[in-house]
């Protein structure tokens, strides 16, 4: 009995590395020798006649392929045809049997077999470092793929080989610490959740140490394409996610989704597509976001309900909003504060809103440059802001959601906002009719400077317990090449006929103040 | 159509689970017998499973029923977790020479040792009473000195033997639902890291089943009926519990004799809903609380707008609106089966009707109004 299983995960493994698809003959022959009704659990058998020739030696081989081919076709016919993923769903079992053998210490029980042959494998040339290296195969089947994840060691890499993956289940890491999951590169090593039937999130890991997704592509996911809850170092690099369908709204909500999360670094990703944020960091603490690119995303970047927080470097376009600081209530953290965002491109965001409608991005017009909700001490320079047809960077308190809220720690309002020595071009030339914001604001165009939404706007709501005065958030502004800095008196806005026009006041004079810079986020192991 | 669970061809649908039993080979399984015992099959391994559930000595496949073993105790609760229609049978077993101490308001802590099963299986046709079960799978929780641990352990088609599966699977198959509708659910196995998705608390996995609310009830045990906390006190299982009538007692979902329709809708939620939705599990980013003893309405849902809900928010704006059952994002999600929308979000993936028309029914005799968004 005790090899039975390596020879059936060994002879499977050759099949789906080595094995070209036009060598799987002759099933007829070998249904003769098989005795099916006793279902495939028999074949594992040591010693029956089949797997006699199945010997790791290469004479045996052909033997195997037709076997397997006969494997499968010898299933009677479905009606309305083979479910999707069914094949892969049969083979799978060799291969969590192999995992068996590994873990159970019987591998060396098939010592011919060569690691490269196995769909999950310990050698790896994306293996780097001192850790255990567990490689995963082209073509190696989900079932093998999610019990290598769950099976996960502190320390060890998860390595994928070039190729496309499909998986119909959620992907979920076990609790293990320092664990890389590692591809061959964008586009070479594909992850693809287009079938999906269970789970919110694609990738999945939480509460866990040093963990980092690196040079893959996750695409077409339902939901999320991660989420990492309670992940302590947690590093994104080089991963793409996307979504290919061009039914925008049918788009997973998230791409990279950190949340309670402590000293993140997303770096050098791609992301596309998501029906909420490209990236979206949420209740986390200690935050690096750095040169990425977000696009046709409902919002690029969004930061939420975070403490110190560095976006700097990326590339948001032709999202609907470029990059979104908020604060939202009823969460367990609240109170977002110490945001850096500076040295971003933020361009041509006005691709049309395709959130959903409950969402809270979905008040966002179609058309925003840069957004801070509620917050505090966050520092905004150094961008290029351009060619967002909505607005070019807008400072707005909670109340613009127009939701009511119970929550009583909670505080709506954005203080101690310092925009400065961002460049902005040819924003607001045409506000989002289709959002009540951009209603409100295509309102004023006739008394705007230049006739287009001032590039840097305050919603002119402020918290009334402090002293009324021209600024009492402490929103300090200092933008040579803004369109224009104005307070829109949303304070006063009658909602039932609203007309900025009346109300706008464009004059730097009252935010003409600075603020101490905010220190660089560090955290351990960083580099620059 | 699809395949029968029944027909030969449903091979198809269990043959991932079927192959791997060969990882059983491996091994050193420990045969059942009849002077098996659960500890002896090493329940402190740091994670790892033993190659068959036989060794755990805790319940066997006969005629289409789970048969516990001696010494496993078998037990229900009032309200379970909705699994796709999934029939259950669970069992616990503590050491020899231990007890749980009784606590009222929160869930059992179980002494190191401890083995838990959960069973999931499905008669081909749910309106034939006491027809043999195609069992699925049973789920193995052990407490280990370092925390619990927990894996499926999918049975064969033989219903003779089953081997932890890692990597978990979909199961695809048909059955007869009780209003007669064939239904065919992408069932889930969980894989070994997805336990973590529902079990984890900070982390931590913990039981989400026993509790004095949920196990305060009458279970017809071989010896005859009896309340399941006094057996378990009687027996030795229990500690410094009080008589039945002093413990709390969650209402039966979907019976009007345990409670009014709140009362059955929160138990409902508490059971479906709150071992994500508590200030510790999965969904503690939400901030939404779905607790049975939950008091702030807020918390609760009410008038409370999602945050990370994305396109499951649909176009509606908060999870509960008085009145409004047709408005309320939390309806909406248990009735959704798509995998971005739908709550829970694993586990299951067929709308469970009736209990949405329960809470529905909660819902609409709400009173207050949210105020336009």
Same mark, same amino acid.
């Given at each position: 009995m005790r090899d039975s299983c390596a020879r059936l995960s060994y002879s499977l493994g050759r099949r789906l590395v080595n @094995?070209? *698809? @036009?060598?799987? *003959?002759?099933p007829d022959k070998l249904l003769a020798e098989l005795d099916l009704t006793t279902g495939p659990f028999e074949l594992g058998r040591a010693g029956g006649p089949p797997f006699a020739a199945a010997a790791p030696s290469p004479a045996a081989r052909p033997l195997v392929y037709t076997l397997e081919m006969a494997f499968i076709g010898s299933l009677p016919p479905l009606p309305g045809g083979m479910p999707p993923g069914a094949r892969t769903r049969r083979l799978a079992g060799g291969f969590a049997c192999l995992l068996g053998v590994v873990a159970t210490g019987c591998s060396s029980s098939s010592p011919s077999a060569p690691a490269t042959a196995s769909p999950i494998g310990s050698s790896s040339p994306l293996c780097k470092g001192a850790g255990r290296c567990v490689s995963i195969a082209a073509n190696a089947p989900e079932t093998a793929i999610a019990g290598a994840f769950a099976g996960v060691k502190d320390g060890d890499t998860l390595a994928f080989a070039p190729g496309t993956y499909e998986f119909d289940n959620q992907l979920a890491l076990g609790a293990a610490n320092g664990v890389t999951i590692l591809g061959a590169g964008q586009g070479k090593t594909i992850l693809d959740f287009h079938g999906q039937k269970q789970g919110d999130d694609a990738l999945y890991a939480q509460s866990v140490r040093d963990l980092t997704f690196q040079d893959f592509t996750v695409q077409d996911s339902p939901g999320n394409a991660s989420k990492a809850l309670g992940v302590t170092g947690l590093t994104f690099r080089s991963v793409e996610v996307k979504w290919t369908s061009k039914d925008s709204k049918s788009h997973g909500a998230y791409g990279l989704y950190p949340v309670q999360s402590e000293n993140v670094l997303i770096e050098q990703c791609a992301i596309s597509g998501a029906s909420d944020s490209g990236i979206y960091v949420g209740q986390s603490q200690q935050i690096v976001v750095r040169n990425n690119e977000a696009f046709a995303n409902v919002a690029g970047i969004e930061i939420e309900n975070s403490f110190f927080a560095d976006v700097y470097g990326n590339d948001s376009h032709d999202n609907t909003a470029g990059i979104l600081v908020f604060d939202l209530p009823g969460l367990t953290q609240e109170g977002g504060h110490d945001i850096r965002v500076h040295q971003n491109v933020i361009k041509s965001n006005d691709t049309e809103n395709f959130a959903a409608a409950g969402d809270i991005v979905s008040l966002v017009p179609g058309g925003t440059g840069f957004f801070v909700m509620a917050n505090h001490d966050v520092e905004v320079f150094d961008n290029m802001i351009i060619g967002n047809k909505d607005s070019g960077a807008g400072i707005i308190s909670y109340a613009l959601a127009q939701m009511a809220f119970t929550d009583a720690s909670y505080y709506e309002w954005p203080s101690k906002i310092y925009l400065h020595d961002n460049t902005f071009m040819t924003n607001g030339t045409m506000p989002d009719l289709a959002a009540d914001i951009g209603l409100v604001l295509a309102t004023g165009t006739s008394v705007y400077p230049g006739g287009n939404v001032p590039d840097v706007l305050w919603d @002119?709501? *402020?918290?009334? *317990?402090l002293p009324a005065g021209p600024n009492p958030m402490q929103i300090c502004i200092h933008e040579p090449t803004a369109s224009g800095v104005c307070n829109m008196h949303f304070d006063q806005l009658d909602t039932n006929a609203p007309d900025e026009s009346k109300l706008v006041v464009c004059d730097p004079a009252p935010f003409d103040c600075t603020l101490p810079p905010l220190a660089p986020v560090t955290f351990p192991g960083l580099k620059p | 159509m699809r395949r029968s669970l029944f027909s030969r061809s449903s091979l198809g649908g269990m043959f991932a689970i079927a192959i791997a039993g060969s990882s059983a080979a491996c091994g050193s399984s420990t045969p059942a017998g009849p002077t098996c015992s659960p500890g002896a099959a090493g329940v402190d391994t740091g994670g790892d499973f033993a190659p068959s559930l036989d060794a755990y000595c805790m319940v066997h496949v006969a005629d289409g029923q789970v048969v516990p073993n001696a010494a496993a105790t078998p037990y229900d609760v009032n309200t379970p977790l909705f699994s796709d229609y999934a029939v259950k049978y669970r069992t616990v077993w503590l050491p020899p020479g231990t007890s749980v101490a009784y606590v009222a308001d929160d869930r059992f802590e179980f002494p190191v040792g401890t083995v838990i099963t959960k069973s999931f299986g499905f008669p081909a046709?749910?309106?034939?009473?006491n027809a043999p079960v195609r069992w699925l799978e049973t789920r193995v929780l052990i407490r280990s000195a370092a925390g619990w641990v927990g894996s499926s352990y999918p049975w064969d088609d033989a219903q003779k033997s089953a081997q932890p599966s890692a990597g978990g699977a979909i199961v695809t198959f048909s059955f007869i639902d009780a209003g007669g509708k064939t239904q065919t659910p992408n069932y889930l196995v969980p894989s070994q890291a997805q336990c973590r998705k529902c079990h984890a608390n900070d982390g931590a996995m913990i039981t989400l089943g026993p509790s004095a609310a949920q196990l305060n009830r009458d279970f017809a045990y071989a010896s005859g009926a009896e309340n399941q906390l006094a057996h378990w006190a009687r027996v030795g299982l229990l500690s410094g519990a009080p008589t039945p009538a002093a413990a709390p007692k969650l209402a039966v979902w979907d019976d009007p004799a345990t409670g009014d329709t709140t009362a059955r809708a929160r138990a409902y939620l508490q059971a479906n809903c709150k071992y994500c939705h508590n200030g510790n599990g999965e969904a503690r980013t939400t901030g939404l609380v779905l607790s049975n003893t939950e008091a702030d309405p807020y918390t609760l849902g009410v008038c409370k707008p999602p945050v990370a809900a994305g396109k499951a928010a649909a176009n509606e704006h908060y999870d509960i609106v008085p009145g409004q059952p047709g408005q309320s994002i939390l309806l909406y999600r248990m009735q959704s089966t798509a995998p971005s929308i739908m709550m829970p979000e694993l586990g299951r993936s067929l709308e469970h009707a009736e209990a949405a028309q329960l809470v529905s029914d909660w819902i609409a005799g709400l009173s207050g109004t949210c105020g336009a968004p």
């Open positions: @094995g070209p *698809a @036009g060598r799987l *003959a002759r @002119g709501i *402020a918290d009334p *317990a | 046709d749910l309106r034939v009473a």
